[in-house]
């Protein structure tokens, strides 16, 4: 992309609002000085941070607006009470009028998801969008998804959702062809439910660009990295991510405890405090956050609603990666020349 990379903000997302979204852009702007903000928020409330960031004032464009979408509020609720006026609509809106190339917020993952569907619409051949993670793993990091978007799949929508994970995954690891998992009970063909096993095969039978099937994989699977890719329905996912998200916590609280339990563990710590550094760095949630919106008309990236402005630079920053690499162009080019040999499979 020749031009600037311009960013959508719902300033008044998350639990904590402007206060971490305007210090999280100011982070991300250090790494990327070419960032333009369009930012969507109250006047009152982000205009002081404004003034107090002034390398990111003079990179935006603010639009003032008073309604904000609460955590709390149903997507249904949301679009009646929000829709056209409230900071999260008109954020995702200026990514349809081509006003910014993708949108980030830190706001009710619900009513994004509803307002990102029906304001910018589902690519062709796509029936449901899908959440999408970067998933910190023992070889690097893979792609998972769906971790939450709809409850259910079948067939076919596994399928697309391979296509649009192999998709981003060229841009995020830049691998030319990612492999691609079936999340399973189990690796042998015969095990699963029906969906999956049939995703299976028409991925074993069809040539798909840019995408080199593995097979089934299992949960432990996910932690070694085994694949690029790792496709599952949203339910599954989410717990999935949340189980991650839990064990990770209750590791550092356990290597916590034990190092301050002895003086000689707290001797042993300060010799290895090192690679402690380490490990808690590569268990932070906060620089692997923001989930991608995959199969709509626009980029939409979600971060995580209580995140810190650390949290936040990184949904940035991965917004900057998926409109600088042109993603929804990669999604379009894989899709259309997959869709052809896979109805044949069917």
Sequence with gaps: MSRPVRIA???MGGDHGASVVLPGAALALERHPGLRFVIYGDEKVVAPLLDAHPKVKASSDFHHTEVAVAMDHKPSQALRMGRYKSS???AIEAVKKGEADVVVSAGNTGALMAMATFCLKTMAHIERPAIAAIWPTLRGESIVLDVGATIGAHAQHLVDLAVMGSALARVVFDID???VGLLNVGVEEIKGIEAVKEA???LRETEIPH???HGFVEGDDLGKGTVDVVVTEGFAGNIALKTAEGTAKQIAEYLRNAMNRTLMARVGYFF???AFAALKEKLDPRRANGGVFLGLEGVVIKSHGGTDALGFAS?????YEMASHE???KIRETLERAHPAMSAAV
Excluded: K, N
């Design 315 to 319: 949904a940035v920053d991965l917004a």
């Design 327 to 329: 993603l929804l162009g």
């Design 88 to 90: 999260m609509w008109l």
């Design 177 to 179: 062809r990612p492999t």
């Design 200 to 202: 299976g095969r028409i």
């Design 211 to 213: 995408l080199a099937y």
């Design 9 to 11: 903000l719902d300033a």
């Design 272 to 274: 290895a405090r090192g």
